[in-house]
């Protein structure tokens, strides 16, 4: 029976890498999922529940902080980190969370570095464009805040002006995480 399950769950994971990688949704999503603001790749929609729990609360104010990490694996897609970081101001949008009370904050650490090279060094290091930088312009556009581990920019001898000017350096991604946490943001690990 494990066989049985677990020969399933390798088929079911082929499909839904193939559609990743071609970047399309599965048909049974494509007629139904929604993007409420950001509409930049098709994984960055939300699929409309009816009736759903724990709505926006209108006496909170939504504080979350994304951790990014991973390696460049496809350098001419946009990393999925960035795309997980649309989806979930999408998700809080569609939850009702107006903008103004949605605050997000993005820590990039460890090889992922490489993904905010700004074109230059990207072009240099990889020999294209960099595809994540227009991704990081519309989330900054709206609102989200994005910090880079010194100590790993340090260790990769990757230097600010080296990296999208939309990105604040911070000493380490480890007290980012602290900091933030005591300014009451609640950490999500989207890099799993």
């Known amino acids: ?9 390798v088929i079911f994971l082929g499909f839904s890498l193939k559609a990743i990688a071609q970047e399309e ?27 759903p729990a724990l709505m926006y609360d209108s006496t909170l104010d939504y504080k979350v902080v994304l951790d990014l990490y991973g390696r460049i694996r496809d350098t001419t ?5 960035f795309l997980e970081v649309a989806r979930t101001y999408n998700l809080g949008i569609a ?3 107006p903008a103004e009370k ?16 700004n074109d230059q060094e990207y072009q240099e290091k990889y020999g294209k464009p960099n595809p994540n930088l227009e991704a990081i312009k519309l989330l900054h556009e709206v609102g989200v805040k994005f910090y880079v581990c010194g100590q790993s920019m340090g260790f990769l001898n990757v230097k600010e002006e080296d990296i999208s000017p939309l990105i604040h350096p911070a000493i ?4 980012s995480f602290v900091s933030l946490d005591q300014q009451g943001y609640t950490y999500l690990n989207i890099s799993n």
Do not use: E, N, R, W
Request: hydrophobic share 50%; net charge positive.
């Open 1 to 9: 029976m494990k066989k049985i399950g677990l020969a399933c769950l």
């Open 25 to 51: 949704v599965p048909p049974h999503i494509k007629d139904h999922i929604t993007y409420p603001v950001l509409d930049f790749h098709p994984f960055v929609g939300v699929m409309p529940i009816q009736d």
């Open 77 to 81: 897609a946009i990393h999925q980190t």
């Open 95 to 97: 939850t009702g969370v």
């Open 102 to 117: 949605l605050h997000i904050a993005a820590v990039i650490h460890g090889g992922l570095v490489q993904a905010i090279l």
């Open 172 to 175: 380490s991604a480890k007290y």
